[in-house]
RNA sequence: GGAGAGGUGGCCGAGUGGCCGAAGGCGGCCGCUUGCUAAGCGGCAGAGGGUUAACAGCCCUCCGAGGGUUCGAAUCCCUCCCUCUCCGCCA
């Protein structure tokens, strides 16, 4: 959620700065504009009433205390009474309204942010790691996978449909491999561990910023009201949602393995094919929660977090930094990890690493008490530390062998308990 | 799932219809005092919002959430959520 304020003081800027993501943002700006004038007009009127009425039911205590008649006090105070409740139904509308429309904002964009429409304007930052050169035609994952019997579609689209898989054997144990091989890592660089619920309520979602816009992209448990997440970040970031911190308590630092679930909606006919793309898969998670002074810091931090262990797997990568238009909706910045997959000749997303300033921290209600004493929102940022299905692919890829078996990546062979998967 | 108890400020905890935004304690901040990482004394301090040049003053709201009763609700009533205890069930 944007800082009303912000918006009252300069609806210009947040204006601008929306329309780089998207030109019919500003629309939503006027009417915030409206709506705040309104309810602080009827906000005035009300209180006045209200202060009014205070003091003459105080008036009524003290006369009766006196053996007083108030019988005509009483009267006036019930006059006051029909015209409050008309006033606090307007305003509780108007306040409704408004705070519908404040949650459909995105963020404003960082002024670092390149400016750009979609994709195809992101810029990127670095690269890493030598493509390895074959002497054959690599091949898809999905074809290695389901060759060396460690990757089931079949069997997965007859349990759940399409977009769900059964990673048995070598692939199962590849796969845990790789979540403790990232977990180990993370937590030596500080992390905490977390193996929090999966299963949300609604306002959690809010406080991330998944709902209410994104409701169609996930899974819910309609009887309980509960949706399954569709990211660890959900659960890690609202770790402490309405709580005030203590300064001296920041940075925390939290990791956690999940599985995510996704219902894909908006993405019919994007990669069917392979393990790209499902409604389930595992991920392990990165969130921190900063002082507001070093997130910018902390987010090149994260980022490296995050690239270290594809530079541990040896996998290729790049980093990009996403425009504006391509910015995720809690985001004010965002660096996307892209890994190589040799099949596909091309980098593919793996990790996704933003600063939200204090967008969900406003939306959670999480502060902390700086040294002068006052509370002040937190900065909350998120990264994957990776996706775990697509490190699989990747490795996969990456390290196949003409004969279709696959290298197990030196530092996952502790993990494994084995140097090959055939 | 059944029975019971309870949710009050950073924490603990008192408060059953008006002088309670809330005693007291701990913790915090400021000052004084004491020559020894402590103690004593005094003072300050809840959150959100409106008005405003103002972090001044004034006002409004908030005692789990939402309704209701009343001139007036932390206090009475209803619904929901959560926590705890016992029983049941269960990995």
Redesign the pocket.
């Known amino acids: 959620m944007l800082d009303i304020e912000l918006i009252r003081k300069k609806p210009n800027f947040v204006k601008e700065r929306l329309a780089t993501r998207d030109k019919s943002l500003p629309e939503l700006v006027d009417e915030v504009l409206e709506l705040d004038k309104k309810r ?1 007009s009827i ?2 009127e009300l ?2 009433l ?2 009014e ?2 003091k ?3 008036e ?2 003290f006369l ?2 006196e053996g007083k008649d108030t019988s005509d006090l ?1 009267r006036q ?2 006059e006051f ?1 029909e015209r409050i409740e008309a006033l606090e139904e307007e305003f ?1 509308r108007v306040q409704e309204n408004l705070r519908k429309v404040m949650l459909r904002i995105p963020n404003l964009p960082h002024e670092s942010v390149p400016v750009g429409e979609d994709e195809e304007d992101n810029v990127e930052v670095r690269r890493w790691g030598e493509l390895k050169e074959f002497n054959f035609e690599p091949k898809p994952h999905w074809e290695i996978g389901e060759s060396l019997g460690i990757l089931d579609f079949e069997r997965g689209a007859r349990l759940a449909g399409s977009r769900f898989t059964v990673v048995k054997g070598w692939g199962a144990r590849l796969e845990r491999a790789l979540i403790n091989f990232m977990l180990d890592l993370h937590i030596s660089k500080g992390y905490k561990e977390i193996l929090p619920p999966h299963l949300v309520r609604p306002e959690i979602l809010e406080g991330t910023g998944q709902l209410p816009k994104f409701e169609e992209d996930l899974y819910r448990c309609e009887r309980d009201d509960l949706y399954l997440i569709p990211t660890a970040e959900v659960p890690l970031t609202n770790l402490f949602r309405g709580e ?1 911190l203590k300064e001296e308590d920041l940075p925390i630092y939290l990791t956690a393995y999940t599985p995510c679930y996704r219902r894909e909606a908006g993405s019919h006919g994007k990669d069917i094919r392979g393990i790209i793309r499902q409604h389930q898969f595992n991920k392990v998670e990165l969130v921190k929660i900063v002082h507001p002074e070093t997130s910018y810091e902390e987010l090149e931090k994260l980022t490296l977090d995050a690239e270290e262990v594809l530079r541990l797997l040896g996998l290729p990568y790049r980093v990009v930094e996403l425009c504006t238009g391509d910015l995720g909706f809690s985001a004010a910045k965002t660096y996307d990890i892209e890994v190589w997959f040799p099949s596909q000749g091309r980098y593919r997303e793996i990790s996704s690493c933003s600063n939200c300033e204090d967008f969900q921290a406003r939306r959670m209600n999480t502060r902390f008490k700086d040294s002068s004493g006052k ?1 002040r929102f937190v900065h909350t940022l998120n990264g994957s530390g990776l996706a775990v299905g697509r490190t699989l692919a990747a490795i996969l890829e990456n390290y196949q062998r003409e004969d279709g078996k696959v290298e197990v990546p030196e530092v996952l062979r502790d993990y494994v308990k084995a140097d090959l998967i055939e």
């Open positions: 602080r906000l005035v209180e006045n209200r202060a009425r205070n003459k039911s105080k009524i205590g009766r205390r009483e105070v019930k009474k509780r005030i509370n």
